[in-house]
């Protein structure tokens, strides 16, 4: 493979889609696209991986994606693109749009520095979820008091109402937090603590 022009330091960059397992004996293979519009990784146009090596791709119906390498070349058949399966392709931040102003690029809450509206530093976002029923923010947690746990977020105007960029940290409203404890089958005793 052609590595190109793409930096292989992708720890800015932002990831737009996964390869699958192959779909079929030619060389096409499942993509998951981590963009809004999935066309919008194939309108990208040049992407690239973890070691830099430049990728385009080209969808072929829905999920299903031709992958070319630097060189125009696709890939040929169900060998080849098995030895992808999990490879991330990546574009350069600044290749993409601007965000509205309520839509971030998850990247771009990564690092950032989350407090309470008090000015108490709760740590660092570490994490975005978005497992498709609401984005949360997993906190890394910073101070001793808090023994070493992670705080997990809903990524809600409720519980996240300032992200300040230009400051690098964003404000946090942490929800009550309930604990529960016994048999959560449902065949025992439960207790529920806040």
Known sequence: MTTGNASSDVSKDILVATVGRPHGVKGLVHLFAATDDPASVEEIGALHDERGVVWRVEWQGHGIARLFDATGRAIADRDEASRLVNLRLYVARDRLPDTDEDEFYHADLIGLRAETREGKVLGTVAVVH???????????????????????????????PEILFDQGRIVVEPPHEVEVEGDLSGRGDVAVRS
């Open 130 to 160: 978005d497992y498709g029923a609401g984005v949360s923010l997993e906190i890394a947690a910073a101070a001793p008091e808090r023994k070493g746990q992670d705080l997990i977020v809903p990524f809600t105007r409720i519980c996240v």
